[in-house]
């Protein structure tokens, strides 16, 4: 089976800036491609070279296994939704749904019967006469989807889609998303700063950093084995300890990450496969269903813990700052980094 | 890729539009090209051209016995510029902009200030178009109806000799550098047409510049216990300057190149624009109307420097 | 925000600017149906429409009105295409001598009219072109192109980008992505563009006597009717046509882009 999209050692400049450093990576077919970030880190370049807005200033692009350079977006297999969603405002949503059959010369009365399909795929069946400002924002992005789909690309590109949307809706358009995907087994390459939803949407995850990618993987080994210190801490919350501290606790001159849920606090002797270390209590967070307790090491390093809270005994957690307290966690629940032996 | 575009276009091969715009998007900087060519042609055979024409041509010789025109470069035009007369009549429309400048500038601000603050919604708009359609109003009809309103016997007087105001107005036209015989033959005159006509491109960027003034900054100001004059003084004045500073270029360089106001109102005398008007229509002397082109040419250039450190610019 | 009111000087002061703009506009409408063919006499003593009906059967009115309209006409179809095409290069690309381009653009109406206008003049003269038709919309199409530029630039940085990306991405061509996506939203723009472009140029007195030759434009017509003191009443009649028919396409130019839009052609 080809790859729906292969990146072969591809950089593209803006100026001096290297927007995207030297970037590999194949997508299969019919996967839910995640390319997570923070801002500037080149993923939504990434998604522009796959669209075509962009060119690659070195490197090969190919997609499903032919080279992409020089071929217009309007010659692409690959549609994309946008992240302020660029529906026309001068248009209903009919018209912008039919909008990609129209410039193809498909027959009115197929693109009539098309669009509303789409549409009633994203339950909005009703709102073909309505202009894109008459529209609330989930519905907009349902209908920038609409458009995308309705041409029946094999590979959608989606750019931060659901960043304006709030919280609740946010997570029901997640899961629909999934659904879709699966639905229609097209590739789907979703980019996001939001690492909750790389994680519970993706097949597999790229995580970027400065115009590179850092680990790719699949939520579940992205966040168990982190292999950099960026990835340690940008996908979940996690304690990178460094130098002679990381020396001293497991005997091996790298960094590595311990998760905050790890750690436990324990008294007594602590077994041959646990690492353990005395710290003070700096602050504690009540956080529902967790709390979290910001710990000091004795030479400044801060430690987070996360431990989970058990309401049904109805007890106040008992920690309070400036109290020494014993940390402990298993050895086989830290993760050794790649790059931060170098660091102090 | 093409594959999969003619299997769903039917199979048929790429029209010459396609193409065409297939190689527009692999070709950026042709289709950048393409678009600049016909404006750049333009402007550049047109305009500068003819620009380049002109000041070559202020280095060419007249002779003022054969009233002719010879190719023989020489400074002499640029030399006379500097003559007794010369001089005058640059001195003449350069005070001229300054004062129609500084009284646009105070006419203004006072309108510029309640419509960026006391207006909004509706207001806002009437105000808006109050000031835009004077403005764009055709400029010879304003100067024609200037004539009628300035003229003997016209409007202005009719109005001051009912209010009892006539010895004022003798008073006035007795003084210097104001007066005339008539209202329409002085100074004053001219100078209340040039302030009539460039006073609505004063307004507006003025109103712009203290329409970016956030109200927080009045309040803030006035919470620190400024008075009211010193909230203006120290915080409206100096964030207004940029407005001030483009509606100035606007009022100096149409006043410094005019010459239909002062050939129908004030007193006789050349202004820059009447002299070049002169040099090349009635006496023929076309290098010495190029060599006074560059007079204006300097003077504003000059301008946009200074106004330019005021910040001017962003306020275009 | 705006919570207390403007004080009674800054009142009158402001009001009182609006009157001292509009007092001589209203004086040209009461002057041209003034029954007296005397020059200025004020107040007027009656009312007549008797003027306008001379004035437009007047052959030398109609013969400079029709010169008038064909010059801002053709000035204003080329500088649609030249401002248009200079906008779409400029908007958004950065490249080398892109803001020696827009000052280029702005220099015919930053520079006095009288440099612009002995400028083509001796041009002409050195090509040996004769003034006339031609010559004076030459003229005004090179002012009038940064009218319009500025309002299409205006709308094209005003319209997401991402519109045009969108329309590619949809299978759409560069001719088709103009067609559909760009002109409608452009059209608009286009048209407050043209009218302003059209009242400048319908208006424009300083180069036009430069370029005009023999030929006499209707502005040209009303300065040469400022020293026939006998056919004042036409004249009146005639600055009022001229005074509406550079004012009501501004009034159309904001009424098309006042959302959003401030007039870019504000800075004549």
């Known amino acids: ?344 | 890729m093409n594959l999969a575009l003619e299997h769903r276009t039917g199979g048929t091969a790429p029209g010459p539009r396609r193409r065409l715009a297939n190689l527009l998007y692999r070709r950026p900087g042709l289709y950048l090209a393409l678009l600049l060519l016909p404006p750049l042609a333009w402007f550049g055979a047109v305009y500068l051209g003819s620009l380049a024409n002109l000041l070559w041509q202020g280095l060419y010789t007249f002779d003022d016995f054969s009233m002719a025109v010879t190719p023989e470069l020489t400074l002499a035009n640029l030399v006379a510029l500097f003559n007794a007369a010369n001089l005058d009549i640059i001195l003449r429309t350069l005070a001229m902009a300054v004062a129609v400048s500084i009284a646009s500038a105070l006419l203004a601000f006072p309108i510029a200030w309640y419509m960026a603050r006391y207006t909004r919604g509706r207001m806002k708009a009437f105000f808006y178009i109050a000031v835009m359609l004077p403005m764009w109003a055709s400029y010879i009809v304003k100067a024609y109806s200037w004539t009628l309103l300035l003229a003997k016997g016209g409007v202005l007087q009719w109005f001051l000799a009912h209010l009892g105001l006539e010895p004022a107005l003798l008073w006035l036209l007795g003084l210097p550098w104001l007066g005339g015989s008539t209202l329409s033959t002085s100074h004053l005159g001219r100078f209340l047409v040039f302030v009539y006509i460039w006073l609505p491109f004063m307004i507006l960027p003025i109103q712009a510049a203290l329409e970016r003034l956030p109200p927080s900054l009045l309040q803030a100001s006035a919470d620190l216990g400024a008075t009211p004059r010193q909230t203006f003084v120290h915080v409206v004045l100096p964030l207004a300057v940029p407005g001030i500073a483009a509606g100035s270029i606007f009022t100096f360089s149409l006043t410094l190149g005019d010459f239909i106001v002062p050939q129908l109102v004030g007193p006789p005398g050349y202004f820059i624009g009447s002299m070049v008007y002169a040099q090349q229509g009635a006496i023929g002397n076309l290098p010495m109307a190029a060599a006074f082109t560059l007079v204006p040419i300097v003077l504003i250039a000059a301008y946009l420097a200074i106004v330019k450190r005021l910040g001017a610019f962003d306020a275009l | 925000m705006h919570s207390e009111r403007a004080g009674m000087p800054l009142r009158l002061l402001a009001w009182g600017g609006l009157a001292f703009l509009h007092a001589p506009i209203l004086l040209i409408v009461v002057y041209a149906f003034n029954t007296e063919d005397a020059a200025f006499s004020f107040p007027p003593r009656g009312f007549t429409l008797k003027w306008l009906g001379i004035a437009l059967g007047r052959a030398d009115v109609l013969e400079a009105v029709k010169l008038s309209l064909q010059v801002a006409a053709l000035a204003t179809l080329i500088a649609l295409v030249l401002g248009s095409l200079a906008s779409l290069a400029l908007y958004r690309r950065t490249f080398f001598g892109k803001s020696a381009i827009s000052l280029l653009l702005i220099l015919p109406i930053a520079l006095p009219g009288i440099v612009t206008g002995l400028a083509l003049l001796s041009a002409f003269k050195a090509l040996g072109i004769a003034p006339g038709l031609v010559t004076i919309v030459i003229g005004h199409a090179t002012f009038c192109v940064v009218i319009v530029y500025n309002n299409v630039v205006g709308r094209l940085r005003r319209t997401a980008h991402s519109q045009i990306e969108a329309s590619l991405d949809l299978g759409a061509d560069g001719w088709q992505t103009f067609r559909y996506i760009m002109l409608p939203n452009l059209g608009s723009a286009l048209l407050a563009g043209g009218m302003l472009a059209f009242a400048l140029s319908f208006d424009e007195i300083i180069v036009t006597t430069f370029t005009a030759g023999h030929e006499r434009t209707l502005p040209i017509w009303l300065l040469n009717q400022l020293s026939r003191p006998r056919d004042v009443p036409v004249t009146n009649v005639v600055a009022l046509l001229v005074m509406l028919a550079t004012m009501l396409p501004i009034l159309g130019a904001w009424y098309l882009t006042r959302d959003g839009d401030s007039v870019a052609g504000s800075d004549k």
């Open chain 1, 1 to 344: 089976m080809t790859e729906a999209v292969q990146f072969t050692g591809v950089s593209r400049l803006f100026g001096n800036t290297r927007a995207v450093d030297n970037v590999s990576l194949s997508i299969p077919d019919g996967e839910f491609f995640s390319m997570l970030g923070p801002s500037g880190s080149g993923k939504t370049t990434c998604l522009r070279l796959i669209a075509g807005f962009e060119q690659p200033s070195a490197g090969s692009i190919r997609l499903h296994g032919e080279e992409a350079a020089g071929v217009p977006p309007y010659l692409r297999d690959v549609n994309t939704v946008f992240q302020d969603y660029a529906l026309f405002p001068h248009m209903n949503v009919q018209d912008n749904v039919a909008y990609g059959l129209k410039v193809k010369g498909v027959a009115a009365a197929e693109r009539r019967t098309r669009a509303r399909e789409a549409l009633q795929m994203v339950a909005l069946g009703e709102f073909g006469e309505r202009r894109p400002a008459q529209l609330s924002g989930g519905q907009r992005q349902r209908v920038a989807l609409a458009r995308a789909l309705v041409n029946r690309p094999r590979v959608l590109l989606l750019d931060e889609p659901l960043g304006a949307l709030d919280l609740k809706l946010r997570e029901q358009m997640q899961s629909e998303l999934k659904k879709l995907q699966r639905q229609l087994g097209i590739t789907f390459v979703f980019v996001t700063h939001d690492q909750t939803e790389a994680l519970s949407m993706s097949d597999r995850v790229a995580v970027f950093n400065h115009g590179r990618i850092e680990q790719v993987a699949s939520p579940r080994e992205l966040y168990l084995k982190p292999q950099t210190a960026f990835v340690a801490e940008f996908v979940g919350t996690s304690n990178v300890l460094r130098g002679e501290l990381a020396q001293r606790l497991c005997g091996q001159p790298r960094a590595f990450s311990i998760r905050p849920e790890h750690i436990r606090f324990a008294q007594g002797e602590a077994a041959s496969d646990e690492v353990q270390v005395s710290a003070f209590v700096h602050d504690v967070q009540f956080q529902g269903s967790a709390t979290r307790i910001e710990l000091r090491l004795d030479n400044g390093q801060p430690l987070t813990v996360s431990q989970a809270n058990d309401h049904r005994q109805g007890q106040a957690p008992a920690w309070q700052p400036g109290q020494r307290i014993t940390a402990r966690w298993p050895r086989a629940a830290m993760t050794y980094l790649h790059d931060a032996q170098v660091l102090p």
